[in-house]
């Protein structure tokens, strides 16, 4: 997966838009953002590709098996991918030449289409929706969609029409650097996590979460000095009186990667009531409530309880472990310790959930940290997350996979839904709902209308059937 504010900063300054198709019935793979956007296209048997390059540096396409190629693609042109057409049906891996971070997958399927896959019960057809550029983060409040908008440094409205349509988007708070997280406060105040250029030396940037006062308005502060690098400040939640932040680590690895861990900053969720001020980590009423965490980028609580479900992005560079972790923790009881960086997540620093079913006492861990709730997948970048409302499926976690671009297999770029028991509140195994984009978050209108933030096509609706 990407940490966020890494991942996106080749793709600052644009607003993505979906491809359009060649003349022909050849598939179009598309390079924007030094990334292919998306990652995995769909070709009938006996039809080609074209490559189309819409950023301004030269990009290609090179099968990883050696059966197509394109040549080099300026920037703002297209060219052919050749051999595509003679590929028989299957899954073929591709690269940049030049940018060895970008993978794409071509699925080369039949002329007949074949039954689609089944997705989550409830689910229907997602229609195109109002567009955001670049949102990172989306809540429902009071008959309207609120989205971040990470290119505009801006909070923008949206309201929500008979059957779940989206309205025509206008601002409603701007002058942030880079938001990544909204959420409502039981008066309407509407808190923005966002993060500027820090003072303390090492490190270049800090969290801060803003107050917009109900209705608009001037933002105020509400704590500042959040210590940030390889990852950020990003979504939150308001529950009983109290808002609760997500703050990601600042390495890879508790070493690597980015400046020293501020322990128990990074890594961690932080809990403040939410008509404070002006506060810094030394305040008084800024408690951690979880720790231990790598990249956490939201936190959701469940339904009727005081369960903070929290999607973790794991270490990437230990593979093949490193996995998307769901973390659970109760705010009415001492912070769990999930083990990051020390304990990596394993006995004796082995990053591996799969194969250990408790906690090792050995050094370095040290027998008290916490298990996940449910395992995501390895770098699928679990980000934003939502609880489905009554009486539409209340008792599942919806989670966006925004997915990777490395290595040679492309994962994630879905969203998945993750059953939770009502009495025991275990997690069951993932569905996919559907699959394709790059969805950053979820939220859900009243009428149980599911909304997605795309970070490259915008805001997406599906609806309950």
């Not at 301004?56 to 098996?65: E, G, I, K, L, N």
């Not at 808190?191 to 003072?199: C, E, M, N, R, W």
């Not at 997500?246 to 070493?255: A, I, L």
């Not at 890594?267 to 030394?282: A, I, K, Y």
């Amino acid at each position: 997966m990407v940490p966020l504010l890494a991942g996106l900063a080749g793709l600052v300054g644009f607003v993505a838009l979906p491809a359009a198709r060649a003349q022909s019935t050849d598939a179009t793979i598309t390079a924007l953002g030094l990334n292919y956007v998306p990652p995995v296209v769909v070709v009938h048997t006996g039809d080609g590709a074209v490559l189309d390059n819409k950023d301004p540096v030269t990009h290609d396409v090179q099968s990883r098996d050696g059966l197509f190629h394109s040549g080099s693609v300026s920037g703002g042109t297209s060219g052919p991918v050749l051999g595509v057409d003679k590929l028989p049906p299957g899954e073929y891996a591709y690269y940049c030449s030049f940018h060895s971070w970008m993978n794409g997958v071509l699925v080369i399927e039949d002329q007949v289409p074949t039954p689609p896959t089944p997705v989550a019960p409830g689910v229907g057809t997602i229609p195109a929706a109002g567009a955001v550029a670049a949102p990172t983060s989306i809540t429902v409040h009071d008959g309207s969609l609120y989205a971040a908008s990470y290119v505009q440094g801006a909070v923008e409205q949206l309201p929500i029409l008979a059957g779940g349509a989206l309205g025509p988007a206008t601002t409603y708070a701007s002058g942030f650097t880079n938001p990544l997280g909204i959420a409502f406060g039981s008066d309407g105040t509407l808190f923005v996590s966002d993060s500027h250029t820090s003072t303390t030396p090492g490190r270049l940037t800090d969290g801060r979460v803003w107050a917009v006062p109900p209705g608009g308005g001037t933002p105020t502060v509400v704590i500042d000095g959040l210590p940030n690098g390889r990852h950020n400040t990003n979504g939150m939640a308001v529950f009983n009186g109290r808002l609760y932040i997500t703050n990601g680590s600042s390495t890879d690895d508790g070493v690597s990667g980015g400046p020293p861990e501020v322990p128990p900053w990074t890594g961690s969720v932080l809990s403040v009531p939410e008509g404070d001020r002006n506060l810094t980590l030394t305040s008084p009423d800024v408690t951690v409530v979880l720790k231990g965490g790598r990249n956490l980028y939201d936190i959701v609580f469940r339904p009727g309880t005081s369960e903070a479900w929290v999607p973790m992005n794991g270490p990437d560079m230990f593979d093949p472990y490193g996995e998307d972790l769901l973390l659970k923790a109760d705010v009415t009881q001492p912070a769990p310790d999930f083990g990051f960086p020390e304990c990596l997540y394993g006995p004796g620093g082995v990053n591996d959930w799969i194969s250990n079913t408790v906690v090792s006492s050995t050094n370095p861990c040290t027998g008290a940290q916490k298990l996940p709730e449910q395992i995501m997948g390895l770098h699928v970048s679990a980000d934003g997350a939502a609880f489905g409302v009554a009486p539409f499926d209340p008792n599942s976690l919806y989670v966006a996979l925004f997915g990777n671009f490395f290595g040679s297999k492309v994962v994630g770029h879905q969203v998945v839904r993750v059953p939770i028991d009502p009495v025991t509140g275990k997690a069951g195994p993932l569905q996919t709902v559907f699959a394709g984009g790059l969805p950053l978050d979820i939220a859900f209108g009243p009428d149980g209308t599911m909304y997605v933030a795309d970070f490259a096509a915008g805001i997406e609706v599906v609806k309950h059937l």
